[in-house]
């Protein structure tokens, strides 16, 4: 098209890429703010994998992935296979993909769902020992339709405006509005929609609630709606077209449905309404006879996935003979127990054994009933398979929406919709179970997707916890939902504490209000949280952030010293399993004995900033790689070596036994742990050292004098960072890849760890002395309270304020 604009990056930086490196972009591009829409991404990558391989293998486990990251923790988009390098082949190749709308359904969906601001990410990948991608050169190309002056100047919402509303809720009671649609015959007929107000309190009302996702608000459609106070007269609606097809799906034939819907049942303009309604979600949802999953209309793939769960379901529990027989309600059990049971038979002939819960002969049978682009949806013929199937049904953004936990969990029975296909969620949620359980993953060899048939892990938490958990536990389970407001990504969650599921009781700290900034929603929420537990362990939950962890999974070019304000509350950016890879969760630390917080600092003026009392014990003046020769995790006797190679072994994992920084390995005898770990980092190694000549790498040695001295090593994985350092004063220790020389080490009252602080300059400093907080450190010797020995009766403390 004539008017189409493009944008590009490039980057040429030799890098070797081994299954135990983290999943990190070699490159991005954001997508420019004047995009109306994205016609195409091409993707081009020069690489080439180790150069040989075994006679047995077809295809090369080394490849590159696209990937998007979204601003304000928004749902991203799957990740999504590019091509494979060429197998066993020594040489550089240079390999294009352009992504279009003549590819076919898979990429040219992937294309039409990006947005203004989007990154656009290429990862590249290798999977099992001896396999590596050496990646010499990428590039990504981007062309867009740009919007004109008035289409940028247009920002419609997926709700109606604060003028649409005549009547407002009580702030005091427990009322809410409802929907009355009457029925139709015809999915094409117009909706007759009116609404009322009811109050909770009443036993005698019923309804049913919608569960959805919300979607971009680039489009709306009108909706007329009447009041029961005043029926002739007709309000118009602008909604998001999600609701329009769910409620056109919804509605019954022969009866009125009575549906609470939070985009329109709520008046999103008004914070104080919308606060206390977020308040009344556990009620609304407990409340309501049945909740309505809404997935979509007019997806052959996720029609497929529902039928396929609903047959495997209906096998193993046996509660439908199926087929012509079936008389159920939604989706028809249409395979016989007979169907099953003669493919598994055929197989067990010919010397195979049938799948786990005999999933993928369910699978087999019901897929020569799927629609041709089914295959085309699940990564092309060749490539489908029960697993890439359920990829593309679990990357429906509603199973990453955070409010759908408590909207499903919380409710009498759920329905999963999409389309005319409706079943039970239980089915869904255990087929889902199902295809995670090793006995069936073991089986499939899918080997760069097993980990996204997985649901969020919060799931399994909440259903599995017989009591509930810690509100911080759950709020760290939750990094991996999205959320169109990040606030919500506490407010929505708030439900599953312990601590803080009597919403409506809540201090005023952590009780949802969205007349607060999201900055101070987070900051309050970790105050609240030190104040009730008198501790900083939520300081180290900190590495559980975007660009906060211990090893760096940010693109290098945003690798600089810009940390979040206020850097030390949490944000709404992460990863569940991030939170994991911290000392603070990995080892039983003391660093400040038995010291609490001091409480009454926590009163302070300024929300975003923290007041905590500590003493600065040292600061950073050199920093190095880790010298692996003295701190090799993996040595004879692991059990006599100080707890520096335990960190290295535990947090940077470059073995793969913790999974933080990719797929994890499991192994579990000891015996086998140390031999395995030995071959695992020697390969790990080798696979940085042995395709390229490469300088060593910079590093810090103790000296017999008690001092360091710089040496250089080739016993390290080029992908781990600088991350040992040495102090003014001649201690030693392990930091995450984003402190830097000059950092102070602080030992803070109701810490367990040291943490690092960076003292605040320039223009923006004033006339107090602040500090930003960079996360924990590990220092030798001070670890287990050495530091108070000497100085029992020394107070040393001073206020330190970190914003």
Same mark, same amino acid.
């Given at each position: 098209m004539a008017n189409t604009k493009k944008c590009s990056a490039s980057r040429?930086?030799?890098? &070797?890429?081994?299954?135990?490196c983290p999943d990190r972009p070699y490159i991005e591009l954001r997508i420019p703010s004047d995009a109306k829409s994205v016609e195409a991404v091409t993707f081009t990558a020069i690489a080439h994998d180790q150069g040989w391989a075994s006679s047995e293998n077809t295809v090369s486990f080394t490849w590159f992935e696209a990937s998007v990251r979204r601003p304000g923790g928004r749902s991203n988009l799957r990740s999504m296979i590019i091509m494979h390098n060429q197998l066993a082949d020594p040489e550089f190749h240079e390999q294009t993909s352009r992504w279009s709308a003549e590819s076919g359904l898979l990429q040219r969906s992937w294309v039409q769902a990006l947005e203004p601001g989007d990154v656009v990410q290429l990862i590249p990948k290798a999977r099992y020992?001896?396999?590596?991608?050496?990646? $010499?050169?990428?590039?990504?190309?981007?062309?867009?339709?740009? @919007?004109?002056?008035?289409?940028?100047?247009?920002?419609?919402?997926?709700?109606?405006?604060a003028e649409s509303y005549t009547y407002a809720l009580s702030l005091t009671t427990k009322e809410i509005r409802l929907l009355t649609v009457?029925?139709?015959?015809?999915?094409?007929?117009?909706?007759?929609?009116?609404?009322?107000?009811?109050?909770?309190?009443?036993?005698?009302?019923?309804?049913?609630?919608?569960?959805?996702?919300?979607?971009?608000?680039?489009?709306?459609?009108?909706?007329?709606?009447?009041?029961?106070?005043?029926?002739?007269? $007709?309000?118009?609606?602008?909604?998001?077209?999600?609701? +329009?097809?769910?409620?056109r799906r919804l509605r019954r034939s022969d009866q009125v449905l009575h =549906?609470?819907?939070? @985009?329109? #049942? =709520?008046?999103?303009?008004?914070?104080?309404?919308?606060?206390?309604?977020?308040?009344?979600?556990?009620?609304?949802?407990s409340r309501a006879e049945r909740v309505h999953i809404w997935l979509g209309e007019g997806h052959d793939g996720v029609d497929a996935c529902l039928r396929i769960a609903r047959n495997v379901y209906n096998y193993n529990l046996k509660d439908c003979p199926g087929g012509t027989d079936c008389n159920c309600d939604g989706t028809r059990h249409s395979l016989t127990f007979k169907d099953v049971d003669t493919l598994a038979e055929s197989k067990r002939a010919r010397g195979l054994l049938p799948t786990f819960h005999h999933m993928d002969e369910v699978f087999r049978l019901l897929e020569p009933s799927f629609p041709d682009n089914v295959a085309d949806w699940a990564g092309g013929s060749k490539a489908t398979s029960l697993a890439t199937l359920m990829v593309g049904l679990i990357s429906n953004p509603w199973f990453s929406r955070v409010w759908v936990v408590q909207e499903v969990l919380l409710s009498q029975q759920a329905f999963v919709h999409s389309s005319k296909?409706?079943?039970?969620?239980?089915?869904?949620? &255990?087929?889902?179970?199902?295809?995670?359980?090793?006995?069936f993953t073991h089986w499939h060899f899918d080997y760069h997707i097993q980990s996204h048939t997985a649901m969020p892990a919060i799931w399994k938490r909440l259903r599995t916890n017989k009591e509930l958990p810690d509100i911080l536990d759950v709020f760290l389970d939750g990094h991996d939902l999205r959320a169109s407001d990040p606030r919500d990504k506490i407010f929505a969650l708030l439900v599953f504490g312990n601590e803080t599921h009597a919403v409506q009781n809540l201090d005023k700290l952590i009780r949802p209000d969205y007349n607060k900034s999201t900055e101070q929603v987070f900051a309050d929420f970790s105050r609240w949280w030190i104040r009730e537990k008198r501790s900083?362990? =939520?300081?180290?939950? =900190?590495?559980?952030?975007?660009?906060?962890?211990?090893? &760096?999974?940010?693109?290098?070019?945003?690798? +600089?010293?810009?940390?979040?304000?206020?850097?030390?509350?949490?944000?709404?950016?992460?990863?569940?399993?991030?939170?994991?890879?911290?000392? #603070?969760?990995?080892?039983d630390f003391c660093a400040t004995g038995k010291r609490e917080a001091d409480i009454s600092l926590l009163e302070a003026s300024d929300p975003l900033k923290l007041l905590l009392r500590g003493r600065r014990i040292s600061r950073i003046s050199c920093m190095g790689y880790i010298p692996i020769e003295d701190m090799y995790p993996y040595g004879e006797h692991p059990e006599q070596q100080s707890e520096a190679p335990s960190i290295i072994d535990r947090i940077f994992d470059p073995c793969g036994f913790t999974g933080f920084w990719g797929i994890e390995i499991i192994v579990h005898d000891a015996k086998d742990k140390l031999m395995r770990s030995r071959t695992e980092y020697r390969d790990h190694t080798n696979a940085h050292w042995a395709y390229c000549s490469r300088s060593k790498l910079p590093s810090l040695c103790p000296t017999e004098a008690g001092g360091f001295c710089s040496y250089e090593t080739d016993k390290l994985p080029t992908c781990l960072e600088k991350s040992f350092f040495v102090t003014e004063d001649g201690m030693s220790g392990l930091c995450?890849?984003?402190?830097?020389?000059?950092?102070?080490?602080?030992?803070?009252?109701?810490?367990?760890?040291?943490?690092?602080?960076?003292?605040?300059?320039?223009?923006?400093?004033?006339?107090?002395e602040v500090f930003q907080f960079v996360g924990e450190c590990y220092v030798e010797g001070i670890m287990h309270g050495e530091y108070f020995e000497d100085r029992r009766d020394l107070d040393d403390s001073e206020v330190l304020a970190i914003v």
């Open positions: 040429a930086h030799p890098i &070797q890429v081994h299954d135990h020992p001896c396999w590596v991608n050496i990646v $010499k050169e990428c590039r990504i190309g981007i062309e867009y339709e740009p @919007a004109s002056e008035e289409q940028r100047k247009r920002h419609p919402k997926p709700y109606p405006g009457q029925p139709a015959t015809n999915i094409t007929d117009k909706l007759d929609v009116s609404w009322s107000i009811s109050n909770l309190d009443d036993k005698e009302i019923k309804f049913s609630a919608l569960s959805y996702c919300w979607g971009a608000p680039l489009d709306t459609v009108e909706m007329m709606v009447s009041s029961d106070l005043e029926p002739e007269k $007709k309000t118009t609606f602008d909604i998001n077209p999600t609701v +329009d097809l769910a409620l =549906i609470w819907i939070d @985009a329109i #049942c =709520i008046n999103q303009e008004n914070y104080e309404e919308r606060s206390r309604q977020v308040g009344l979600m556990r009620d609304i949802f296909e409706v079943i039970p969620w239980i089915e869904l949620r &255990q087929t889902s179970e199902w295809l995670e359980d090793p006995k900083l362990d =939520i300081l180290s939950a =900190i590495h559980s952030q975007q660009g906060r962890t211990w090893r &760096q999974t940010l693109y290098e070019s945003h690798g +600089d010293d810009q940390l979040p304000h206020p850097s030390w509350a949490l944000g709404s950016t992460g990863r569940s399993k991030w939170s994991k890879a911290s000392l #603070c969760a990995q080892f995450p890849w984003m402190a830097k020389e000059g950092d102070f080490i602080a030992l803070l009252d109701g810490g367990k760890v040291p943490y690092l602080l960076r003292q605040v300059t320039g223009p923006n400093a004033g006339k107090e």
